[in-house]
């Protein structure tokens, strides 16, 4: 990107245009630019969900469990001096949160979370009854199943 000044005229537009943008979408203005990227795996034993986060504070990342939603909530503060003139902002700053609906196979009590080099892991274990397992095969002589 070029560092320079930018004519008034076009910041202008370009605010009015970005306000529009978010009215037109529904956007708001933390889900507009504070969009949280997440992805989300199955494994075997838990579902983990990566969301990006980088230079958050980690004491402002907040994680809840309520009625089987998880909820994460992170919040990037301003870090300009009182004489500093920005004039490039594209960096989101205020409160973002996302989220997730755990679906009624999955144990919210025993949700776990940890962040690094940005990343905050989320690991939801799968409850033992919806865990993949081994079902024997019952030969014929041994027993019949009933029809």
């Known amino acids: 990107m070029l560092l320079t000044s930018i004519d008034p005229f076009v910041q202008e537009f370009d605010r009015r245009f970005d306000r529009i943008a978010r009215q037109a979408f ?3 203005e933390d889900t507009a630019r504070g969009a949280m990227p997440l992805d989300g795996v199955r494994r075997k034993d838990d579902v983990l969900l990566k969301f990006d986060l ?13 009625r089987g939603v998880l909820t994460v909530s992170a919040r990037r503060e301003e870090e300009y001096g009182e004489d500093d003139r920005l004039f490039v902002r594209e960096r989101p700053m205020g409160t973002f949160t996302r989220r997730v609906y755990l679906p009624d196979h999955l144990d919210a009590e025993q949700v776990d979370a940890a962040y690094s080099n940005g990343v905050l892991a989320v690991r939801v274990p799968v409850v033992e009854k919806a865990r993949p397992r081994k079902v024997e095969i019952q030969w014929a002589d041994q027993r019949s199943i009933d029809s």
Do not use: A, F, H, K
């Open 26 to 28: 529904g956007w708001g």
């Open 54 to 66: 980088p230079g958050i504070d980690p004491d402002s990342i907040e994680v809840t469990v309520d």
